[in-house]
């Protein structure tokens, strides 16, 4: 498993998703934009990144997950200030 296969992964199962991928060992940080999240609760944005990478929480091959979710127009204000990961 690479960071490349959890961007995949990821933007098979969220629609039009711009996904940023960093792995340390079997950690995750990922970043994720849709407009699949547009209206919908943080929860509920995490629940739909967890249920791509359900199988390799679950096998163990992928130990922890940390996300940061948002609309395109959430995005473009996040890079205004900088974001360290894109």
């Known amino acids: 498993m690479d960071a490349s296969d959890i961007k995949t992964l990821i933007e098979n199962g969220i629609e039009n998703a711009e996904v940023h991928v960093q792995l340390d060992g079997n950690k ?5 934009v849709s407009e699949a999240f547009d209206g919908v609760r943080s929860v509920k ?5 967890y249920g791509c990478l359900n199988h390799l929480i ?3 091959e992928l130990h922890a997950v940390t996300m940061q979710t948002h609309t395109p127009e959430e995005w473009e204000q996040q890079k ?7």
Not at 28 to 32: Q, Y
Not at 45 to 49: G, H, N
């Open 80 to 86: 205004k200030f900088g974001n360290p990961i894109a």
């Open 45 to 49: 944005k995490q629940q739909m990144v």
């Open 58 to 60: 679950s096998s163990g």
């Open 28 to 32: 995750c940080h990922a970043i994720v």
